[in-house]
Nanobody, 117 residues
């Protein structure tokens, strides 16, 4: 079973930056598109960003475009999310997974990002 472990979250002031990591195991990582999602209490989990197996093709939610950058290192089975110019609305638990609804793996524990105003 695929295992996903997110890390790198924390408390940051508005305008600050964080870099999230997601380490994946028990899969051939380079075969898969990877994505980041986020969820706040009482709301559905929402898509944030995705990148192709090579990392060359990326897609972003409008709310993060120009501020967040997704990347990956296939030698480390890890996908990253560089988050700049953070806003209080970015406060959420962040998760990684495959961004294909019919193939979603078990969710990891996520990593909490809190942005103060």
């Amino acid at each position: 079973q695929v295992q996903l472990v997110e890390s790198g979250g924390g408390l940051v002031q508005g305008g600050g930056s964080l870099r999230l990591s997601c380490a994946a195991s028990r899969l051939t990582f380079s075969n898969y598109v990877m994505g980041w999602f986020r969820q706040t209490p009482g709301k559905d989990r929402e898509f944030v960003a995705s990148c192709s197996w090579s990392g060359r093709s990326t897609l972003y939610a409008n709310s993060v475009k120009g501020r967040f950058t997704i990347s990956r290192d296939n030698t480390k089975n890890t996908v990253y999310l560089q988050m700049n110019s953070l806003k209080p609305d970015d406060t959420a638990v962040y998760y990684c997974n495959i961004p294909i609804s019919t193939m979603t793996w078990s969710w990891g524990q996520g990593t909490q990002v809190t942005v103060s105003s």
